[in-house]
């Protein structure tokens, strides 16, 4: 007999040789219903994976668990790559992992499937899981598994094979007649998934790599209920129409033309209007804090980049670099060798310190192309970037109050669903991390500490730091698509040595200042998509590109005091439009509502007797008549105050 030790702690025992699947039938049938992976001793394995000796248990399901619900969707891309296989024979198989919603699997085919294919493999899955074939694993030697791929015409599997250690084991999966290269886990047979969709394709290259061959990804769901099926897919069409894409082009935002380039977009005058609010609110409460905002070059030479060490841990990322009168020249990807060298520009005392310098900067990252969504991810973006030089006493009163700017601006702007993350480095990653472990040891506990002192919570999350220093990352989950970092606090001790950064302390000896790199906003351009994708584009009035509409009944006897009206509203420094066009008045409501205006301001007989305005809001529809002056003062106050 063996000891089994249970996640809460209880211990069970168990025969030697007893599977997984055997273990979770004694704690109960219930539980061996609905399992679909385990961890032993914290190595996640299959169900049928045999117990010799006592071990730590810990069993999953989709519905608790995030490895549970990888197993169930990467058993799921199998079912979808053999689907594939039984329709395409001479389709060739890359590889298939589940992500965090979903699977993917990436095909080589003959031609590309169209949305018809993709309807013929949704349904041939179903049959295969109709068919509820036994999954298998079985190993082999590395010459035999080459082999074996080889047989089958699988070239890609034979690179990956290759690719693996000499000394690691070669698993493959079988279901009925299809066999997969893999480690791993699965489900038992291919009847335990209950709900499958097809939900879109995409190109990707192979490796990832553009110099590759482009392959055809697609992607896919599945649940253990249709009615979770049913619900997720209802989520989807309500993301179709939050996309800031979508959005972006019903509101006249962006645009984007092949002609101009992929990933540059340009923002049309509506949304220039939406950046400049963005751009003068995050300035203004930067400016209250003390800091003194910069203007740099959006390119550097090579050599600036060579001292930062951003050249060496970062070239991939950039644009290739162009040689100008015997001078290397890059795009800037990022600005704080240029903030580094601002601060070097003059001698400063203790008594300077901190200086905080921000800037609102165009930087340059070469994305591959299917990478690239709308403003959200695009290779010229505009960071609401600063660099906080400080000694190291003030370290922990200048993160705080960078913490503390970050919750201010989400609680005004309504930033709710958010959690924080402290970024380490992986000590065995040699290769990504300025090699200094004192350097790291010291700013790693200072930044834990600081957090702790303040009361943040936070998870660690080892080998996300950046090369030259640990982060405090803020994660948001947006209201559509994965979350993402919107704003980050990163500490470096790093840069500030390579540039020889200097400041002369009471004693009169000289320091090394201690930078923190922040973005509040992250990239104003990511920032307008996430915020367009949460508020469904309707923003609120001090945001709005258009604040308020005003609306004539008749262009032939309200017309003169529509101007009027037009004119009130714009003297007051409100974004207005007078629509003079000969329409049914209904029509032109309809039309401001579409286009997320918030007031609409409607013009008739009674409006002028009464030298009034008929006031109707896009949320709550009609508000009634109101008087011109106080209307003008009612908005105006909702905009100074930012109110949402």
């Not at 179709?240 to 509101?251: N, S, T, V």
């Not at 695009?378 to 503390?404: G, M, P, W, Y």
């Not at 300025?434 to 957090?451: F, I, K």
């Amino acid at each position: 007999m063996i000891k089994i030790t249970l996640k809460d702690g209880s211990i069970l025992e168990v025969e030697s040789g007893s599977t997984v699947l055997e273990v979770a039938k004694k704690i109960s049938e219930g539980l061996a219903r609905v399992a679909t992976c385990a961890s032993v001793n914290g190595k996640t394995v299959d169900l049928r994976y045999e117990l010799n000796e006592d071990a730590e248990l810990n069993i999953y399901t989709f519905d608790n668990d995030l490895e549970g619900k990888k197993a169930y969707w990467h058993t799921t891309a199998h079912i979808m790559s053999q689907a594939v296989k039984r329709l395409f024979p001479h389709t060739k198989l890359t590889i298939g992992p589940s992500i965090d919603e979903g699977f993917y699997y990436d095909f080589d085919p003959e031609e590309n499937f169209t949305d018809e294919d993709k309807t013929k493999i949704e349904e041939e899955m179903k049959k295969i899981i109709k068919e509820d074939l036994a999954i298998e694993r079985f190993e082999l030697p590395r010459a035999d598994a080459i082999k074996l791929m080889e047989e089958r015409g699988e070239s890609y599997k034979v690179l990956l094979i290759e690719d693996l250690p000499e000394d690691e084991p070669i698993s493959f999966y079988q279901q009925g007649e299809f066999v997969d290269l893999c480690r791993g886990p699965h489900l038992m047979s291919t009847g335990k998934v209950k709900a499958v969709k097809i939900l879109s394709s995409s190109s990707a290259y192979w490796r990832g790599d553009a110099k590759n061959k482009a392959l055809q990804r697609i992607y896919g769901i599945s649940f253990t209920k249709n009615a979770d099926l049913e619900e997720y897919v209802t989520k989807l069409e309500e993301a179709k129409e939050r996309d800031h894409r979508k959005l972006g082009k019903e509101l006249g935002i962006f645009m984007t033309h092949d002609l101009t380039g992929k990933g540059l977009p340009m923002f049309l005058p509506n949304g220039y209007i939406i950046w400049e609010e963005l751009e003068n609110y995050i300035k203004g409460k930067e400016k209250k804090l003390g800091y003194k905002h910069v203007l740099t070059p959006p390119l550097g030479t090579v050599d600036l980049y060579k001292t930062s060490g951003h050249w060496d841990h970062y070239k991939d990322n950039m644009f290739p670099k162009m040689e100008v009168e015997g001078e290397e020249f890059v795009l800037r990807p990022m600005n704080c060798p240029h903030h580094m060298m601002i601060y070097a520009n003059d001698i400063h005392s203790y008594r300077d310190l901190p200086i905080r310098i921000g800037e609102i900067a165009r930087d340059c990252r070469f994305e591959a192309s299917g990478t690239l969504k709308g403003i959200e991810r695009v290779r010229t973006f505009c960071q609401n970037d600063a660099h906080l030089f400080v000694t190291r006493e003030q370290i922990e009163s200048e993160f705080k109050s960078v913490v503390d700017l970050i919750l201010d601006v989400y609680k005004e702007l309504d930033i709710k669903n958010y959690r924080f993350e402290l970024s380490l480095r992986d000590p065995e990653d040699t290769v990504k991390y300025y090699p200094d472990d004192e350097m790291w040891n010291t700013a790693e506990d200072t930044l834990r500490q600081v957090l702790n002192d303040i009361g943040i919570e936070y998870i660690e999350k080892k080998g996300e730091a950046a090369f030259y220093g640990p982060k405090l990352d803020v994660q948001v989950k947006p209201a559509v698509g994965n979350e993402y970092t919107l704003s980050t606090c990163q500490l470096d001790f790093c840069l500030p040595m390579r540039f020889e950064l200097a400041y002369i302390d009471k004693d009169g000896q000289k320091k090394t200042p201690v930078v923190l790199h922040r973005a509040i906003l992250g990239s104003i351009d990511r920032f307008m998509a996430f915020y367009l994708e949460e508020t469904k584009g309707a923003l609120p009035t001090w945001l709005s590109p258009v604040q308020a509409k005003v609306l004539p009944i008749s262009t032939d006897k309200h017309m003169e005091y529509a101007e009027k009206v037009y004119r009130a509203l714009k003297d007051a420094g409100v974004r207005v439009e007078l629509d003079d066009r000969s329409e049914k008045i209904g029509y032109k409501i309809r039309e401001a509502q579409v286009q997320k205006i918030p007031y609409m301001l409607v013009l008739g007989d009674k409006e002028i007797e009464a030298g009034a305005v008929g006031v109707r809001n896009r949320k709550d529809g009609d508000l009634g008549q109101m008087p011109l002056d106080q209307f003008v003062e009612k908005i105006k106050e909702e905009i100074e105050k930012k109110s949402l």
